[in-house]
């Protein structure tokens, strides 16, 4: 337990940042699997809505240190290949 005031403080700190950063990720999540649940789916609109809607949260998230920038590029790159995919077939 801490003892001096600059450590309790700084526990009071870790516990608000943590509480704000659980918040973040589990924002971040939802909207990954809405885009996941639309790509299971098999529906490409709305697939290409949830991933136009998750793709700011993803990147905010990177932004505010919750992933790492590279982390959220790929996971965007990856879910925008996996929605065009999905397109594709449907236009051929």
């Known amino acids: ?21 659980r918040s973040r990720r589990s924002r971040m999540r939802t909207f990954l699997r809405k885009v996941e649940e639309a790509i299971a789916g098999g529906d490409s609109t709305a697939a290409a809505d949830a991933l136009r809607a998750a793709q700011p949260e993803i990147m905010r998230a990177a932004q505010k240190g919750i992933v790492h920038k590279n982390n959220a590029s790929r996971k965007v790159s990856r879910l925008a290949a996996r929605v065009k995919a999905l397109a594709v077939p449907a236009a051929a």
């Open 1 to 21: 337990m801490a003892n001096t005031a600059s450590a309790k403080k700084m526990t009071r700190k870790i516990a608000k940042r943590t509480a704000i950063n």
